[in-house]
């Protein structure tokens, strides 16, 4: 158990609806990371918060939003859903940064979505 | 971030050591050396992480040569359930900013 819980475990939904994806970090985790990993994809980074603020982006979709709020948990928004949105969406977590060395980083156990 | 290159799949039978190599000739500086394992619909796991020589945990050992452009990760006594896909990243400071690119991984079977 690394510590990072996801809700919901699995989701099925239709193509143009719109989903919420929750996550809450490691205790003390101030960064919140989503992922997306399809078949034909692979692992993805989506984007990234750092203590409430955006800190990086990876090749999100506009129809994709996400924000970390003040007690740290983090909501990824999936708009106008498409089959192809269809995938594993992994958070994770890591502490803060200290100087000189990478970040480990803990990855919850996912939220299955399946748009049909 | 360094490009990485990594076979894609290995085969191994229980209690024999299997070694992984990654490729990295474009790592830079200040990058290090990260693997993490994943098993099927689960979230990866760090396994290691290192920068140059030989890092040792409870789980796995890292082999890095002087020149850094490749690294060994190394796991004594596989067992069956050490069945996974195991990446190779590189990069530095992650955590401000910064994001795991994942190549396709080596997936790794342990037969009986």
């Known amino acids: 158990d690394s510590g990072v819980t996801q809700t919901p475990k699995h989701l099925i939904t239709a193509t143009g609806q719109r989903v919420t994806l929750r996550c809450s970090p490691r205790?003390?985790?101030?960064?919140v990371y989503w992922y997306q990993q399809s078949l034909d994809q692979g692992l993805q980074f989506l984007i990234q918060?750092?203590?409430?603020?955006?800190?990086a982006k990876g090749n999100i979709l506009e129809r994709f939003s996400a924000q970390q709020f003040p007690d740290l948990h983090s909501e990824l928004n999936l708009s106008s859903l498409e089959l192809g949105d269809s995938a594993l969406y992994f958070c994770a977590s890591s502490p803060r940064v200290t100087s000189g060395r990478t970040d480990t980083q803990y990855f919850g156990p996912g939220t299955r979505l399946t748009v049909l | 971030l360094a490009k990485t290159t990594q076979p894609i799949s290995m085969d191994s039978y229980e209690g024999q050591e299997v070694n992984i190599t990654c490729s990295h000739n474009n790592i830079a500086t200040n990058d290090y050396i990260t693997w993490y394992q994943q098993f099927p619909s689960q979230g990866p796991r760090f396994i290691i992480q290192g920068y140059k020589t030989k890092v040792t945990n409870e789980v796995a050992s890292l082999f890095i040569p002087a020149d850094r452009k490749s690294s060994t990760l190394s796991l004594p006594r596989v067992s069956l359930s050490d069945t996974a896909v195991y990446y190779c990243?590189?990069?530095?400071?992650w955590g401000q900013g910064g994001k795991l690119i994942f190549g396709q991984g080596t997936e790794l079977s342990v037969k009986p």
């Open positions: 205790s003390g985790d101030l960064s």
């Open positions: 918060y750092y203590n409430g603020e955006e800190r």
């Open positions: 990243l590189v990069g530095d400071k």
